[in-house]
């Protein structure tokens, strides 16, 4: 995928119009057929990978010459990038000239994304001969196929292009193919290296996988960049492909914090992009990032992602300013930022909790711990522009913190647990889930510094314990509910499944407060079953035990690539070094995982203030600045 461009196939390479198949631009289908055939015959598929994260190769082979002998003489090879284009490869190999006829099929019906997934695509239009090419009409539009060289026949009634292609010994021939929307422009991707916001960064290391993954999160993470249309120049990443290859608040921000070591800029767009969608005027709701509802899983109702983007909007701010966001955006983007946190005072009102924003909701543990960690951060940056409000926000987040310990947390025979929520009439919801690995997520202060949390460090350390227990490590990551909870399901995307963005989150709050065990076995579970997906993590995959021999299984919904699991590829390597900048400060702190869990590793071409940024960990867990701005200083 490219955005607005992407291509779905199966590892036969063939385009069949079956489920999802198909070329799509901008969530229209614009080719659901492309079929090849050679000397009347399908190529034997023999491999299919993808070459980056917007082309993938297909070879297959076949026998064209009449002697006997069971090896091929003929290789096709079929190289499909997402903007819409193939080009199909003929290889001989035979002793003699080969006459081979080659034809495509090709259909399409011109069908929403949605109407694909939901089985009412409707059939394939009728083609026209158009140009070197067919063409498709409908009332939604048009789209054509073009190719070079021209076909020798086009037939429009059976949708079929042919070539009758000459082979010398040794030679090689191709078919270049198009596909294009009418009226539409050149596909502008966002993700191009040298317009990307993403620095390109690179991971060696004892461990071969971290270089694979860090790569491919990083080009995933690229080809999810979408312009906003109104200001082309602010980028942010789309939730994921198929399904949701727009703007989703809360992801868009969480995939930007997780991916600061690549660069601010990328935060910036984001933050800009959301600032424009900010509730003002008088009312209640002033200040709120407006976002869908998420369903909570089976114990609770479902959540309003809005409140989530809205106390994250002004973390990513200030630890974008950390990194190294520049003074002059970073004061542009602070009334915004202000107006997140004042709606934050205005809706827990004289309360000391955040409530749910539908009367009668309950109080959400993971909703207080994206509250404290605002209120701290928030404060932090209105003190560094002498703005007020920085005192209460202080405050609240210190009466917040007394209550919490008190009230969230439900005492039982096997040392207790955070409750996952209280409901309106005090009872405790005492389900084990993922979302208190946020509780660890404190954010980051001046000089290094880890803000304070709301539990104690008697009550971190058990619940380190309970993430790193067989209950929630499935073994390949952070199961989202516990398996011995009450409606566990392996496959719920909120009940069992393992969600790579709130792994990420519990190894890095995991290591940063000295559990490094526990954080150590949930990250190479979550590199194990990257290796097994190619290195494109999808969001979630089933939270099945992992035995020996075994593999993750794919959960049916998940995007793959999302922006949030990409992202957090880029949060777990980088966790290993421990890297805490302070821009303003002119200085770096390196906190690594001193039991170094997967052996020596380098990171390459980060950024921080601007600058590229490489460090090392060595097989003892120390850590070694090798880049750096010219006047960073490493801190102690």
């Excluded at 069971?70 to 290789?75: E, G, I, N, R, W």
């Excluded at 998940?558 to 805490?580: D, S």
Aim: hydrophobic share 40%; charged share 20%; net charge neutral.
């Amino acid at each position: 995928m490219a955005l607005p461009a992407l291509a779905i196939s199966t590892e036969q390479g063939q385009l069949t119009g079956q489920g999802l198949e198909g070329f799509y631009r901008a969530g229209r289908r614009v080719l659901s057929r492309c079929q090849v055939r050679v000397a009347g015959r399908e190529p034997l598929a023999v491999q299919a990978r993808m070459i980056a994260a917007d082309r993938a190769r297909f070879v297959g082979t076949l026998r064209a010459s009449t002697a006997g002998g069971p090896d091929p003489d003929l290789v096709v090879e079929r190289t499909r990038y997402a903007d819409g284009t193939e080009r199909i490869t003929l290889r001989s190999a035979a002793v003699r000239t080969l006459r081979v006829p080659v034809e495509v099929a090709l259909g399409t019906d011109l069908a929403d994304l949605g109407s694909v997934a939901s089985g009412r695509a409707g059939p394939e239009l009728p083609a026209s001969v158009h140009d070197s090419g067919l063409r498709w009409s409908c009332a939604a539009g048009h789209a054509a196929v073009t190719a070079d060289p021209p076909p020798t026949d086009a037939l429009a009634s059976a949708g079929l292009l042919r070539w009758e292609l000459e082979l010398p010994p040794g030679g090689t021939r191709s078919v270049d193919l198009r596909v294009r929307l009418d009226g539409a422009g050149p596909i502008r991707v966002a993700g191009r290296e040298v317009t990307s916001p993403l620095a390109p960064a690179r991971a060696a290391g004892d461990d071969r996988g971290v270089q694979a993954l860090l790569r491919t999160c990083v080009e995933d993470l690229q080809a999810l960049l979408l312009r906003d249309p109104g200001n082309p120049s602010d980028m942010h990443l789309a939730a994921g492909a198929p399904w949701r290859c727009g703007l989703a608040p809360a992801e868009a921000l969480i995939a930007a914090r997780m991916a600061l070591p690549l660069g601010t800029r990328l935060a910036a767009g984001t933050l800009r992009t959301l600032a424009r969608t900010q509730l003002t005027g008088p009312g209640p709701r002033a200040g709120l990032i407006p976002g869908p509802r998420r369903d909570a899983g089976p114990h609770l109702p479902p959540g309003c992602t809005g409140t989530e983007a809205t106390l994250l909007f002004p973390v990513l701010l200030a630890e974008a300013r950390r990194w190294g966001l520049a003074e002059q955006e970073t004061q542009e983007l602070l009334p915004a930022a202000e107006r997140c946190l004042s709606w934050l005072r205005t809706t827990a009102g004289d309360g000391v909790y955040l409530p749910d924003p539908h009367p009668g909701g309950p109080l959400r543990c993971e909703t207080q711990a994206h509250a404290h960690r605002a209120a701290l951060l928030g404060a932090d940056l209105l003190d560094a522009y002498g703005r007020p409000g920085a005192v209460g926000l202080r405050q609240w987040a210190e009466e917040l913190r007394a209550a919490f310990r008190e009230d969230f947390w439900v005492e039982d025979r096997g040392g207790g647990r955070p409750a996952a929520a209280r409901s309106a009439d005090g009872w405790s919801v005492s389900h084990l889930g993922a979302g208190t690995a946020h509780l660890l997520d404190t954010g980051l202060l001046g000089a290094g510094e880890r803000a304070p949390g709301l539990l104690d460090r008697v009550r971190t350390e058990q619940l380190a314990r309970l993430l790193g227990s067989p209950a929630m490590d499935s073994g390949w990551g952070l199961r989202s509910l516990g398996a011995r909870e009450a409606a566990y399901n392996p496959f719920g995307h909120r009940s069992g499944a393992v969600r790579v963005q709130e792994t990420a989150v519990a190894v890095a709050g995991l290591a940063a407060a000295g559990y490094e065990k526990e954080a150590g076995s949930l990250l190479r579970g979550v590199l194990a079953a990257a290796e097994a997906f190619g290195y494109r993590l999808p969001e979630m995959y089933a939270g099945e035990q992992r035995t020996e021999g075994s593999a993750p299984v794919p959960h049916p919904a998940a995007c793959r690539p999302a922006a949030t699991a990409a992202a957090a590829g880029v949060l777990l390597l980088t966790t290993l070094a421990g890297i805490r900048p302070d821009a303003p400060a002119g200085t770096v702190t390196l906190r690594p995982v001193h039991s170094a869990p997967l052996g020596e590793i380098g990171l390459t071409g980060l950024r921080i203030a601007g600058e590229p940024f490489s460090v090392r960990v060595s097989r003892l867990g120390l850590a070694m600045v090798e880049e750096a701005a010219d006047g960073l200083q490493l801190g102690a």
